[in-house]
Protein backbone atom coordinates (compact mmCIF):
# COMPACT_ATOMS: atom_id res chain seq x y z
CA UNK A 1 0.00 0.00 0.00
CA UNK A 2 1.33 3.41 -0.76
CA UNK A 3 0.89 5.11 2.30
CA UNK A 4 0.98 8.92 1.30
CA UNK A 5 -2.74 10.27 0.95
CA UNK A 6 -4.25 7.34 3.01
CA UNK A 7 -5.94 7.39 6.61
CA UNK A 8 -4.77 5.76 9.82
CA UNK A 9 -5.19 5.22 13.26
CA UNK A 10 -3.22 4.46 15.73
CA UNK A 11 -4.15 3.32 19.44
CA UNK A 12 -1.85 4.13 22.30
CA UNK A 13 -0.23 6.88 20.47
CA UNK A 14 0.64 9.02 22.98
CA UNK A 15 4.00 7.83 23.67
CA UNK A 16 6.17 4.61 23.00
CA UNK A 17 5.87 2.15 19.77
CA UNK A 18 2.42 3.77 19.05
CA UNK A 19 3.96 7.42 18.62
CA UNK A 20 7.03 6.07 16.55
CA UNK A 21 4.47 4.12 14.39
CA UNK A 22 2.13 7.44 13.91
CA UNK A 23 5.59 9.29 12.91
CA UNK A 24 6.47 7.02 10.28
CA UNK A 25 3.11 7.27 8.76
CA UNK A 26 2.74 11.33 8.99
CA UNK A 27 6.22 11.20 7.59
CA UNK A 28 5.02 9.32 4.40
CA UNK A 29 2.46 11.15 3.83
CA UNK A 30 -0.63 9.98 5.83
CA UNK A 31 -3.38 11.64 8.09
CA UNK A 32 -3.17 9.95 11.24
CA UNK A 33 -5.79 9.60 14.23
CA UNK A 34 -3.48 9.04 17.21
CA UNK A 35 -5.92 7.80 20.46
CA UNK A 36 -5.04 7.14 23.91
CA UNK A 37 -6.49 7.37 27.15
CA UNK A 38 -3.67 9.47 28.56
CA UNK A 39 -4.91 12.94 27.52
CA UNK A 40 -2.04 14.86 28.52
CA UNK A 41 0.90 13.51 27.07
CA UNK A 42 -1.72 12.91 23.57
CA UNK A 43 -2.00 16.59 23.44
CA UNK A 44 1.84 17.35 24.03
CA UNK A 45 2.17 14.48 20.87
CA UNK A 46 -0.48 16.56 18.80
CA UNK A 47 1.65 19.53 19.37
CA UNK A 48 4.60 18.46 18.38
CA UNK A 49 3.43 16.32 15.23
CA UNK A 50 0.98 19.56 13.92
CA UNK A 51 4.15 21.27 14.28
CA UNK A 52 6.34 18.92 12.44
CA UNK A 53 3.43 17.38 10.15
CA UNK A 54 0.87 19.68 9.58
CA UNK A 55 -1.63 20.78 11.60
CA UNK A 56 -4.59 19.17 9.17
CA UNK A 57 -2.76 16.24 9.20
CA UNK A 58 -3.25 14.87 12.51
CA UNK A 59 -5.69 14.50 14.90
CA UNK A 60 -5.85 13.35 18.98
CA UNK A 61 -8.75 11.97 20.09
CA UNK A 62 -8.78 10.94 24.49
CA UNK A 63 -9.70 7.07 23.98
CA UNK A 64 -9.71 4.17 25.83
CA UNK A 65 -9.48 0.98 23.86
CA UNK A 66 -11.44 -0.98 26.72
CA UNK A 67 -14.45 1.26 26.04
CA UNK A 68 -16.88 0.51 23.13
CA UNK A 69 -18.50 3.74 22.82
CA UNK A 70 -15.17 5.83 22.93
CA UNK A 71 -13.80 3.73 20.49
CA UNK A 72 -17.11 3.77 18.52
CA UNK A 73 -16.95 7.42 18.93
CA UNK A 74 -13.38 7.71 17.96
CA UNK A 75 -14.00 5.98 14.52
CA UNK A 76 -17.08 8.22 13.48
CA UNK A 77 -14.34 11.12 14.29
CA UNK A 78 -12.10 9.68 11.98
CA UNK A 79 -14.91 9.40 8.81
CA UNK A 80 -16.15 13.00 9.96
CA UNK A 81 -12.90 14.69 9.86
CA UNK A 82 -10.84 12.53 6.71
CA UNK A 83 -13.44 10.35 5.16
CA UNK A 84 -12.81 7.03 5.74
CA UNK A 85 -9.76 4.35 6.90
CA UNK A 86 -7.03 3.16 4.83
CA UNK A 87 -4.36 1.78 8.03
CA UNK A 88 -5.56 0.63 11.39
CA UNK A 89 -2.81 -0.30 14.35
CA UNK A 90 -4.17 -1.47 17.34
CA UNK A 91 -1.39 -1.30 19.85
CA UNK A 92 -2.23 0.01 23.18
CA UNK A 93 -1.13 -2.57 25.65
CA UNK A 94 -0.40 -3.13 29.49
CA UNK A 95 2.14 -5.24 31.47
CA UNK A 96 -0.76 -7.00 34.88
CA UNK A 97 -0.22 -9.81 36.39
CA UNK A 98 -1.22 -8.91 40.10
CA UNK A 99 -4.83 -9.39 41.13
CA UNK A 100 -6.15 -6.23 40.51
CA UNK A 101 -4.94 -6.17 37.43
CA UNK A 102 -5.26 -9.09 35.50
CA UNK A 103 -8.38 -8.56 34.16
CA UNK A 104 -7.68 -4.64 32.83
CA UNK A 105 -4.51 -6.27 30.99
CA UNK A 106 -6.73 -8.67 29.60
CA UNK A 107 -9.22 -6.16 28.11
CA UNK A 108 -6.40 -3.31 27.03
CA UNK A 109 -4.24 -6.18 25.19
CA UNK A 110 -6.84 -8.66 23.96
CA UNK A 111 -10.42 -7.25 24.03
CA UNK A 112 -8.76 -3.56 23.13
CA UNK A 113 -7.49 -5.16 19.98
CA UNK A 114 -10.57 -7.22 19.32
CA UNK A 115 -12.40 -4.14 19.20
CA UNK A 116 -10.68 -2.38 17.39
CA UNK A 117 -10.19 -4.75 14.60
CA UNK A 118 -13.76 -5.00 14.19
CA UNK A 119 -14.52 -1.64 14.18
CA UNK A 120 -11.95 -1.13 11.65
CA UNK A 121 -12.86 -4.26 9.44
CA UNK A 122 -16.20 -2.74 9.22
CA UNK A 123 -15.19 0.26 7.97
CA UNK A 124 -12.82 -0.52 5.42
CA UNK A 125 -14.58 -3.65 3.68
CA UNK A 126 -15.48 -3.41 0.41
CA UNK A 127 -18.56 -4.87 0.26
CA UNK A 128 -19.91 -2.24 2.95
CA UNK A 129 -18.74 0.95 1.09
CA UNK A 130 -15.11 0.62 2.51
CA UNK A 131 -11.82 1.42 0.37
CA UNK A 132 -10.05 -1.91 1.88
CA UNK A 133 -6.66 -1.50 3.97
CA UNK A 134 -5.06 -3.31 6.44
CA UNK A 135 -4.81 -3.94 10.29
CA UNK A 136 -1.49 -3.98 11.91
CA UNK A 137 -2.06 -5.93 15.64
CA UNK A 138 1.40 -5.01 18.17
CA UNK A 139 1.43 -8.33 19.49
CA UNK A 140 4.90 -9.35 21.49
CA UNK A 141 7.83 -12.11 21.20
CA UNK A 142 5.83 -13.28 24.07
CA UNK A 143 2.93 -14.37 21.86
CA UNK A 144 5.36 -17.16 20.55
CA UNK A 145 6.97 -18.04 23.79
CA UNK A 146 6.69 -19.61 27.44
CA UNK A 147 7.06 -15.84 29.99
CA UNK A 148 7.27 -17.63 33.47
CA UNK A 149 6.74 -13.97 34.99
CA UNK A 150 4.22 -12.83 32.68
CA UNK A 151 1.47 -15.69 31.88
CA UNK A 152 -1.02 -12.49 31.79
CA UNK A 153 0.81 -11.00 29.39
CA UNK A 154 1.77 -13.99 27.40
CA UNK A 155 -1.83 -15.20 27.26
CA UNK A 156 -2.69 -11.77 25.49
CA UNK A 157 -0.20 -11.59 23.10
CA UNK A 158 -0.88 -15.35 21.92
CA UNK A 159 -4.75 -14.43 21.44
CA UNK A 160 -3.55 -11.03 19.62
CA UNK A 161 -1.69 -13.33 17.17
CA UNK A 162 -4.37 -16.13 16.67
CA UNK A 163 -6.63 -13.08 16.49
CA UNK A 164 -4.96 -11.74 13.52
CA UNK A 165 -4.01 -14.59 11.50
CA UNK A 166 -7.69 -16.14 11.84
CA UNK A 167 -9.04 -12.68 10.66
CA UNK A 168 -6.48 -12.44 7.36
CA UNK A 169 -7.35 -16.11 6.63
CA UNK A 170 -11.10 -15.15 6.30
CA UNK A 171 -13.22 -14.20 2.63
CA UNK A 172 -14.14 -11.31 4.95
CA UNK A 173 -10.87 -9.85 4.65
CA UNK A 174 -9.70 -11.40 1.46
CA UNK A 175 -12.35 -11.11 -0.52
CA UNK A 176 -12.91 -7.24 0.27
CA UNK A 177 -9.04 -5.90 0.36
CA UNK A 178 -8.36 -5.99 3.97
CA UNK A 179 -4.82 -7.49 4.96
CA UNK A 180 -4.48 -8.37 8.81
CA UNK A 181 -0.62 -8.60 10.21
CA UNK A 182 0.71 -8.73 13.58
CA UNK A 183 3.98 -7.18 15.00
CA UNK A 184 6.24 -9.08 17.68
CA UNK A 185 9.12 -6.97 18.78
CA UNK A 186 11.24 -8.40 21.72
CA UNK A 187 12.22 -5.30 23.90
CA UNK A 188 11.67 -1.89 23.50
CA UNK A 189 13.26 1.02 24.36
CA UNK A 190 9.71 2.64 25.96
CA UNK A 191 7.97 3.37 29.48
CA UNK A 192 6.60 -0.32 29.76
CA UNK A 193 10.65 -2.05 30.35
CA UNK A 194 11.28 -1.03 33.66
CA UNK A 195 14.56 0.65 34.33
CA UNK A 196 18.24 -1.03 35.27
CA UNK A 197 17.52 -0.50 38.36
CA UNK A 198 13.70 -1.34 39.39
CA UNK A 199 14.64 -4.81 36.81
CA UNK A 200 14.76 -8.03 38.83
CA UNK A 201 17.69 -10.49 38.01
CA UNK A 202 16.04 -12.61 34.79
CA UNK A 203 15.13 -9.05 33.33
CA UNK A 204 18.30 -7.41 33.55
CA UNK A 205 20.06 -11.17 33.22
CA UNK A 206 17.50 -11.07 29.13
CA UNK A 207 18.29 -7.27 29.28
CA UNK A 208 22.12 -7.98 29.01
CA UNK A 209 21.91 -10.92 26.12
CA UNK A 210 19.46 -8.81 24.08
CA UNK A 211 19.31 -4.97 24.79
CA UNK A 212 16.46 -2.79 23.94
CA UNK A 213 15.05 -1.79 20.32
CA UNK A 214 15.02 1.69 19.65
CA UNK A 215 10.59 2.34 19.20
CA UNK A 216 12.14 4.12 15.30
CA UNK A 217 13.63 0.31 14.76
CA UNK A 218 10.57 -1.18 15.09
CA UNK A 219 8.37 1.11 13.52
CA UNK A 220 10.96 0.34 10.02
CA UNK A 221 9.04 -2.95 10.72
CA UNK A 222 5.58 -1.92 11.33
CA UNK A 223 5.86 -0.08 8.05
CA UNK A 224 6.88 -3.17 6.23
CA UNK A 225 3.46 -4.87 7.10
CA UNK A 226 1.37 -1.92 6.21
CA UNK A 227 3.22 -1.16 3.05
CA UNK A 228 3.81 -4.95 1.54
CA UNK A 229 0.49 -5.69 0.03
CA UNK A 230 1.86 -9.56 0.05
CA UNK A 231 2.12 -9.38 3.71
CA UNK A 232 -1.12 -10.90 5.00
CA UNK A 233 -1.52 -13.22 8.26
CA UNK A 234 2.04 -12.32 8.56
CA UNK A 235 3.60 -12.60 12.50
CA UNK A 236 6.73 -10.21 12.29
CA UNK A 237 9.23 -10.97 15.10
CA UNK A 238 12.01 -8.70 15.51
CA UNK A 239 14.71 -8.82 18.39
CA UNK A 240 18.59 -8.57 18.83
CA UNK A 241 20.65 -11.54 20.63
CA UNK A 242 23.89 -9.66 21.57
CA UNK A 243 23.59 -6.90 19.38
CA UNK A 244 22.68 -9.19 16.58
CA UNK A 245 19.50 -7.96 15.02
CA UNK A 246 16.85 -10.48 13.53
CA UNK A 247 14.17 -9.86 11.61
CA UNK A 248 12.09 -13.12 10.78
CA UNK A 249 8.43 -13.71 9.26
N1 LIG B 1 8.18 -2.11 25.11
C1 LIG B 1 8.35 -3.39 24.81
O1 LIG B 1 9.38 -3.99 25.14
C2 LIG B 1 7.31 -4.12 24.02
C3 LIG B 1 7.67 -5.34 23.43
C4 LIG B 1 6.70 -6.03 22.69
C5 LIG B 1 5.44 -5.52 22.55
N2 LIG B 1 5.12 -4.33 23.15
C6 LIG B 1 3.76 -3.85 22.97
O2 LIG B 1 3.82 -2.59 22.33
C7 LIG B 1 2.61 -1.86 22.61
C8 LIG B 1 2.97 -0.43 23.01
O3 LIG B 1 3.67 -0.46 24.22
P1 LIG B 1 4.90 0.51 24.55
O4 LIG B 1 6.08 -0.33 24.78
O5 LIG B 1 4.96 1.61 23.57
O6 LIG B 1 4.44 1.02 26.00
P2 LIG B 1 4.04 2.47 26.55
O7 LIG B 1 3.61 2.21 27.94
O8 LIG B 1 5.14 3.43 26.31
O9 LIG B 1 2.81 2.91 25.63
C9 LIG B 1 1.54 2.34 25.76
C10 LIG B 1 0.51 3.41 25.47
O10 LIG B 1 -0.79 2.79 25.56
C11 LIG B 1 -1.65 3.67 26.25
N3 LIG B 1 -2.76 2.94 26.87
C12 LIG B 1 -2.74 2.15 27.96
N4 LIG B 1 -3.97 1.71 28.26
C13 LIG B 1 -4.80 2.23 27.31
C14 LIG B 1 -6.18 2.15 27.07
N5 LIG B 1 -7.00 1.46 27.90
N6 LIG B 1 -6.70 2.80 26.00
C15 LIG B 1 -5.89 3.53 25.18
N7 LIG B 1 -4.59 3.65 25.37
C16 LIG B 1 -4.03 3.01 26.43
C17 LIG B 1 -0.76 4.34 27.29
O11 LIG B 1 -1.35 5.55 27.78
C18 LIG B 1 0.51 4.56 26.48
O12 LIG B 1 0.51 5.79 25.81
C19 LIG B 1 1.88 -2.66 23.69
O13 LIG B 1 0.85 -3.42 23.11
C20 LIG B 1 2.97 -3.58 24.23
O14 LIG B 1 2.43 -4.74 24.79
C21 LIG B 1 6.02 -3.62 23.86
Not at 202 to 218: A, I, N
Request: aromatic share 6%; with cysteine; glycine share 10%.
Amino acid sequence: MKVSGKVAMVTGAAQGLGKAFAASLLANGAKVVISDVNSETGEATLKEFQDKYGEDNVLFVKTDVTSQADMEATFQQVRARFGGLDIMSNNAGIMGETSDLWEKAVDVNLKGVIRGTNLALDMMRQDKGGRGGVIVNTASIAGLMVVPTAAVYCATKHGVIGFSRSWAASPVCTDNGVRVNALCPSFVDTAMVPPESEAGEELKTFLDEHGLMSVEYVAEGFMDLVQDDARNGAVLKMGQIVGKVYVEY
